[in-house]
């Protein structure tokens, strides 16, 4: 394997930078210092003007998946090369299973893809298409066996794979207990298809319809909704695409609110803006539908990159998902159905830099945290990940803050016609990328191999996450009043079972049962269940007498805990 | 037979100003107001001495004959409206609540039936919505247009028994305002309830304080924001009821400020107590509290509450009343979701908002006239017959003692329950003299009423103090699509494999478009709408222009 030598570089971390050497073999950091003297047969990297940062984690991609039976256009290898061009070293990449095929076999499926394919280190998330009764065991084995610690629920795409918010409750409270980490797909999909009828109705079939029947309310609705059921279940939750400045608003006063909340804008809603959907060029305004759309507000970007750099909004993502223009074109008549997704895996860490670092919003330090270390916290895969240490893997870019490069489809690595950040003028770009501890881009050439990426597994309860949710989960323990049982007159209750409320609840109680003494009502009979042997002891039955004070008694406990 | 009255020297108040008058009622309207007026001999007169003359309260929310496993509340109609008027309140708006599986005309027929023989002052009526159901339109309609009902309640809690789901709301919304009809909601996140209701009691908690446990405010303040969203998405005004914590409200207050038509209502309770009673160690009391959404346990919620109030963030003011006796309130002695739900609040309503807002400086009179009974009539569309003091408004008129001390408590209050969740709270401010329809009701403490002299008030659609800006917002909010050439370039062809077509009823739609299978026709169009392209080639021509090379900018940037 190779021995490598970086010199003279600035070493960047997420908390302080430094100026030293870096020494790298069998694809760790063995060593960080100043003036390392390099073994022989070690090559020697220049980094003399650079930053020396942590490797890319591109918390979201779609390389894999099909819709409508097309795949995306750039698959793992060409996902991976693109990933690798722009800096990321890492990807976690969503497992959506196909209809009818299980989360185990679905994952097995992308392993085995991306195992020949990827070129890069890899993770995987899950999609819960839908809930079903053996959904526990499954998440429990993928968790315990499988190395994977993060699903993804959809509140949108109604009747295919929407939750309902009861699924959702269910589905965080096994997340919480397993320790991983809930992800949500924030729209409100019942609202979305009321409103694609409407349009459709109106003769909008184009793609501009498509962000007029998601407009960003439905989207922070849905993310204030997720906020109240994670919080209820006491789970984290990690909010993907982040596309409007409302979802991010919402976002934000949660988290100060309390809230174990993580939100991740992608490259395009950092990027570009939604109004390109209105675009005469179909195709230009195809290549821009992705949900949650892009905001048609042109000030969305700005007030994102202002968040992410006051750490509101913690990782960055880039959600690549690709289909080329003739795939688009499905719903050229249509526009529910044309295949959703935008490019961004490539220009991810030059669009951050030039939004948020050239603008003077965040510094080099802060980079590297969102593009990098906080995924790595997050997902539970640091310090091997994210930081440049001894003892991590070694993926370290070079980054040269100084380069320019005008972001092109005629110049990109990916497979579509269409780049939506066509033009965008990026300051700062990486030079060489290491990855593994091998030098992979330089000189702007690229030299990867297929299948050389390695499937990192990630251990669950997350430090990051899990230690305020523990404490809380504690401190949530809730007691009830122990009172003198009500021996009061009660209401006969007229058994009319249609008016009875079907609630679980009051099928627990199964009251019903309780009292067959028809005739003459026993005052003294309780049906408090909990507390055992009350039958015989009626001192206790007693004492509790005293409930029935004069109305208005004054409560002395007034404080909830 | 119909009593005159003249009230001399009083100050009356409207929601906009105040001047000295007086007033000279007749045949149950306010015929004159003045100075110095000429009046028929004989009249009675009554002196205010300076004091306030008000337009007599409406009380938005009650719930008089509210149903609850085959029992219903302890105060009827008679007994319930008796307590409005010692309140100072004159008319009152009650819901409808039809039970499962009875249709809302036979819901509506019975209870006006009931009101029309018992109540003491004039009614209207709300009609809650608890399933949508086939045929549930046309009921709508006869409703809205003969029967004299604009609004109507729709359920986000209550799983599997009233509960709707966003869809529905959507489509119950969008014919409400198709009706010119005013939108109710309860809101609660059903699905979240029955969640933490299940886990409450499987830790064994199973009193009162399960009920607060199981509903907290963020349940509350979510369901406000979805409704505001479905709201703001049809374009139609939305009122929430029973506006319990301050989180609740924030979101009101903050979804106003960015454009949509939302009005909040918080009830007595909400504004003169808090939810730190569940956990008293009385049950009967605990119990009493019993509402749903419930009592914030934040002893802050009333203050927060009324400063809303004040500022105009919230406009209205109901009791939610809803009394059951403690032997009912005890069916639920072992289970608390069984408890069935209600406060009172009808009688001591004007005086909570008195006491909490004016007396404490954070409103003025005008303003107190103005939650506790003009924005009321002016959203329900009954302004200005109801809700200003004015000639040839109906003679609902209050004088009212700003001074006066009073103490609440069940020994004297006239609701049936045993318990008032008031208990022991001072008062400033409460009325001297209630008249309604002209007729002295409340005097010195002592009721005139008789039981069915109340009316049935019919209310009119499309108030224009919310439709008039819904009409011009949908005016200016049109959507238009843009007019592109056709794309004509490669499309995939997607394997058939129909598991994974899209559900969209588009789809359904045009099944026979794509039926020419070997060539793949690149000229033909499926575009429906425009007529007649499959003559005009040369239009089509021009439509290459739109494979431009990409990334060719776009001039069309804002959204129009």
């Avoid at chain 1, 195992?115 to 993770?123: F, R």
């Avoid at chain 2, 406000?224 to 374009?235: K, M």
Wanted: glycine share 8%; aromatic share 8%; with cysteine.
């Amino acid at each position: 394997s190779e021995q490598l030598l970086i010199k003279g570089g600035k070493v960047v971390n997420d908390d302080q930078s430094f100026y030293a050497d870096v020494y790298v073999e069998d694809g760790l950091i063995k060593q960080i210092g100043e003036n390392l003297a390099a073994p022989g047969g070690a090559r020697t990297v220049d980094a003399y003007g650079q930053l020396v940062v942590p490797g890319g984690i591109d918390v979201h991609t779609r390389l894999q998946t099909a819709v409508m039976g097309m795949s995306s256009a750039d698959d793992f290898y060409q996902g991976t090369r693109a990933a690798l061009a722009g800096g990321t070293t890492m990807i976690m990449d969503h497992v959506l299973p196909e209809v009818g095929m299980s989360l185990l076999a679905a994952y097995e499926q992308w392993r085995q893809r991306a195992d020949s394919g990827a070129c890069c280190d890899y993770a995987l998330h899950l999609d819960i298409p839908r809930w079903h009764e053996s959904l526990e065991e499954e998440l429990e084995a993928l968790v315990k066996d499988k190395g994977v610690n993060s699903f993804l629920v959809f509140m949108a795409y109604k009747d295919r794979l929407q939750c309902s918010d009861a699924q959702m409750y269910e589905i965080f409270s096994i997340i919480r207990d397993l320790g991983a980490i809930a992800q949500v797909h924030a729209e409100n999909g019942d609202i979305i298809e009321e409103e694609q009828k409407r349009l459709l109705e109106l003769g909008i079939t184009g793609p501009e319809g498509h962000v007029l029947s998601r407009p960003e309310e439905v989207e922070a609705e849905a993310v204030f909704r997720a906020i109240t059921i994670a919080k209820q279940a006491n789970c984290p939750l990690y909010v993907t695409k982040v596309m409007s400045k409302s979802a991010a608003d919402v976002v934000a006063q949660a988290k100060r609110k309390g809230t174990v909340v993580y939100g991740e804008p992608i490259t395009a809603s950092l990027g570009a803006d939604g109004s390109h959907y209105w675009s005469k060029n179909w195709a230009k305004a195809a290549a821009f539908v992705t949900s949650p759309p892009l905001s048609p507000d042109p000030t969305t970007p700005e007030h994102l990159s202002s968040l992410l750099s006051c750490g509101d909004l913690q990782v960055v993502g880039s959600a690549h998902c690709t289909f080329t223009t003739a795939q688009k074109a499905v719903g050229k008549d249509n526009f529910t159905l044309i295949p959703e997704g935008t490019n961004g895996i490539e220009e991810r860490m030059s669009i951050i830099w030039e939004q948020c670092v050239v603008s003077g919003k965040m510094d080099e330090n802060n980079f590297v945290a969102v593009t990098s270390t906080n995924a790595a916290k997050i997902f539970n895969c640091y310090p091997r990940k994210g930081r440049i240490a001894v003892g991590s893997d070694a993926d370290v870019v070079l980054w040269n803050p100084k380069a320019t490069k005008i972001i092109s489809a005629k110049t990109h690595n990916l497979n579509v016609e269409y780049n939506i950040f066509e033009g965008m003028e990026c300051h700062g770009a990486p030079t060489v990328v290491i990855s593994q501890g091998k030098v992979v881009l330089e000189d702007g050439k690229l030299f990867v191999s297929k299948g050389s990426g390695r499937f990192v597994p990630r251990k669950t309860f997350p430090d990051f996450v899990y230690k305020r949710i523990k404490a809380r989960n504690r401190l949530a323990e809730v007691h009830g009043v122990p009172r003198g049982l009500y021996d009061g007159p009660v209401h006969d209750v007229v058994l009319s079972t249609r008016a009875v409320p079907p609630t679980a609840a009051a099928r627990i109680a199964g009251c019903a049962g309780k009292v067959p003494t028809v005739p003459v009502r026993n005052l003294h009979q309780s049906g408090f269940s909990l507390s055992g042997s009350q039958a015989d002891d009626h001192v206790a039955r007693r004492t509790a007498q005293k409930i029935m004070a004069p109305p208005g008694g004054r409560s002395n406990i007034t404080s909830l805990s | 037979q119909s009593d005159r009255l003249l009230i001399k020297g009083g100050r009356i108040i409207n929601d906009d100003h105040s001047f000295y008058a007086d007033l000279y009622l007749e045949d149950g309207l306010i015929k004159q107001i003045g100075e110095n007026l000429i009046v028929p001999g004989g009249v009675k007169t009554i002196e205010a001495n300076g004091r306030m003359v008000i337009p007599g309260g409406i009380d938005v929310n009650t719930y008089l004959q509210k149903p609850y496993q085959g029992m219903t509340t302890v105060d009827d109609f008679y007994q319930g409206t008796k307590a409005a008027v010692a309140g100072g309140t004159t008319m009152i708006i009650d819901h409808v609540l039809p039970e499962p599986g009875s249709s809302l005309l036979t819901s509506f027929e019975k209870w006006h039936e009931a009101a029309d023989t018992k109540s003491c002052c004039d009614y209207s009526l709300h009609v809650d919505i608890t399933s949508w159901y086939d045929g549930i339109r046309e009921e709508l309609e006869v409703l809205v247009q003969d029967k004299g009902v604009n609004s109507f309640q729709v359920y986000m809690a209550y799983k599997d028994l009233y509960q709707m789901s966003d869809s529905q709301l959507y489509e119950a919304f969008t014919f409400l305002k198709s009706l010119g009809a005013v939108i109710l909601v309860h809101a609660e996140n059903g699905d979240l309830i029955a969640q933490e209701q299940k886990r409450i009691l499987e830790m064994g908690i199973t009193g009162p304080e399960g009920h607060a446990l199981s509903r907290p405010e963020e349940l509350e303040a979510e369901a406000v924001f979805r409704a505001i969203t479905i709201a703001s998405r049809i374009n139609c005004p939305v009122y929430i009821t029973k506006v319990m914590s301050k989180s609740a409200a924030d979101i009101i207050a903050l979804a106003r400020k960015r454009g949509p038509l939302v009005f909040g209502e918080p009830i007595t309770a909400s504004l003169g107590t808090d939810g730190t009673h569940y956990w008293s160690k009385n049950w009967a009391k605990a119990a009493a509290f019993v509402t749903s959404p419930p009592l914030s346990p934040d002893p802050t919620t009333p203050d927060h509450l009324n400063s809303l109030l004040a500022c105009g963030d919230l406009q209205v003011t109901g009791s939610g009343h809803c009394p059951y006796s403690t032997a009912q309130k005890a069916i639920g002695k072992d289970n608390f979701t069984m408890i069935p739900e209600g406060v009172n609040g009808i009688e001591e309503r004007m005086t909570v908002v008195w006491d909490k807002a004016v007396a404490t400086g954070k409103m003025d009179e005008s303003q107190f006239v103005a939650v506790t009974s003009t924005n009321a009539a002016k959203i329900f569309n009954l302004y200005p017959r109801k809700g200003r003091i004015a000639v040839g408004s109906d003679a609902d008129v209050v004088i009212w003692d700003p001074d006066k001390v009073k103490t609440i408590t069940a020994k004297s209050h006239k609701s049936a329950v045993e318990y008032n969740i008031f208990e022991g709270m001072e008062c400033h401010g409460a009325p001297l003299v209630v008249i309604s329809q002209g007729k002295i009701v409340y005097e010195d403490g002592n009721l005139h009423v008789n039981k069915g002299m109340g009316r049935f008030i019919p209310r009119k659609p499309f108030p224009e103090y919310l439709y008039q800006r819904i009409k011009i917002r949908n005016k200016v909010g049109g959507l238009q699509g843009v007019s592109r050439g056709m794309y004509d370039g490669p499309v995939y062809e997607i394997p058939a494999t129909p598991k994974y077509a899209t559900p969209a009823p588009s789809t359904k739609s045009s099944p026979a478009k794509n039926q020419p299978p070997p060539i793949r026709n690149l000229h033909q169009s499926n575009f429906s709408l425009s007529g007649a392209q499959i003559d005009d080639n040369n239009p089509r021509r021009t439509g290459h222009r739109i494979v431009a090379p990409p990334g060719g900018r776009s001039n069309i940037t804002s959204l129009g």
